[in-house]
């Protein structure tokens, strides 16, 4: 999809779609509010690579990932069950440190390398899930609403209100054809969420098209 272009074709049996640049405002990154926290360099949290996922070790400073800013899902062995999108995340952060079935630590690029033979479109799904992160928004799987992410407004987290926006990850070279637009659309309007469109560049960088439904 050519970023210069603002307008889409009306699709065959459907309302017309308008496609608009989204810019959406740097939100600031949740912190700790603790003022005995404040200033005080944070743990190294260790976590076992287990297939798709990385599991953490049940201490508070794991939990703190799901507690203040949902990373992962909560075991009720204490332990945080991470995606591969969260645990490089948060090893890039400094925050996680993974070891392998052998008990060695697993450097950055050879889990980079391993998650992107998992998926192979990791690497754009990440870009995305980056930007987000680093702009504040709590980002995750919407494999159930038939997208990428879902992704919840500012302050709010899972559970306490529903998602604002659905998100679909390309790369600028990819293309989509029309039937795949509109299904796209479909599933954004069907949840009643609003659809962005995160085109990757080779650098790395995202910008952001949101389609809206209009009715004449």
Request: with cysteine.
């Amino acid at each position: 999809m050519p970023k210069h272009k603002k307008a889409a074709p009306q699709a065959v049996e459907e309302p017309e779609t308008l496609v608009e640049e989204e810019k959406i405002p740097l939100a600031e990154p949740i912190e700790d509010t603790d003022p005995e926290k404040k200033g005080k360099k944070k743990k190294l949290v260790p976590g076992m690579l287990a297939g798709e996922k990385v599991i953490t070790e049940s201490s508070d400073e794991a939990r703190e990932f799901y507690n203040q800013s949902r990373f992962g899902n909560l075991a009720e062995s204490g332990k945080v069950e991470l995606s591969l999108l969260e645990a490089l995340y948060l090893m890039e952060k400094g925050r996680l440190e993974i070891k392998n079935d052998a008990g060695k630590i697993v450097p950055f690029e050879q889990f980079l390398k391993k998650a992107r033979k998992v998926e192979p479109n990791f690497w754009i799904r990440y870009c995305v899930f980056k930007d987000m992160r680093n702009r504040g928004y709590i980002i995750k799987t919407a494999l159930k609403f038939g997208a990428d992410f879902r992704v919840y407004d500012r302050g709010v987290k899972p559970g306490e209100d529903h998602a604002r926006w659905i998100i679909y990850p390309v790369h600028e070279g990819e293309t989509l054809t029309w039937y795949e637009f509109a299904a796209k659309n479909r599933v954004a309007h069907s949840t009643k969420k609003r659809l962005l469109i995160g085109i990757v560049d080779d650098e790395g960088d995202v910008t952001y098209y949101e389609i809206k439904w209009m009715r004449p």
